[in-house]
């Protein structure tokens, strides 16, 4: 069975920074696109960033310049690092991935349970 594990929240001042971290594991074939979301109270659920398995990245606006993606293959791992967080940065982080087990043909999407980042000073 497949799980998606994050990693690295916490509380952090404005201007400083973090690094999550999104491990797969499981019978695991191959993972195609894998995403960084996050989710105010109150608010839905966003993309941040995301990483195909070739290291395409795309970012949404309100992080471009301030977080990075990345992932290693080798480990199945995914990670945000995030630079001048901003009290608006403040969410639940959650990882998502298109995964195909070792005994499908097909891919499925994951979901992590989360990890809280809180910008406050």
């Known amino acids: 069975q497949v799980q998606l594990v994050e990693s690295g929240g916490g509380l952090v001042q404005p201007g400083g920074s973090l690094r999550l971290s999104c491990a797969a594991s499981?019978?695991?074939?191959?993972?195609?696109?894998m995403g960084w979301y996050r989710q105010a109270p109150g608010k839905q659920r966003e993309l941040v960033a995301g990483?195909?398995?070739?290291?395409?990245?795309n970012y949404a606006d309100s992080v471009k310049g301030r977080f990075t993606v990345s992932r290693d293959n080798a480990k199945n791992t995914m990670y945000l690092q995030m630079n001048s967080l901003k009290p608006e940065d403040t969410a639940g982080y959650y990882c998502?991935?298109?995964?195909?087990?070792?005994?499908?043909?097909?891919?499925?999407?994951?979901w992590g349970q989360g990890t809280q980042v809180t910008v406050s000073s």
């Open positions: 499981g019978s695991i074939f191959s993972i195609l696109y």
């Open positions: 990483i195909t398995n070739s290291g395409s990245a």
């Open positions: 998502n991935a298109n995964i195909r087990e070792i005994a499908s043909t097909r891919y499925r999407e994951y």
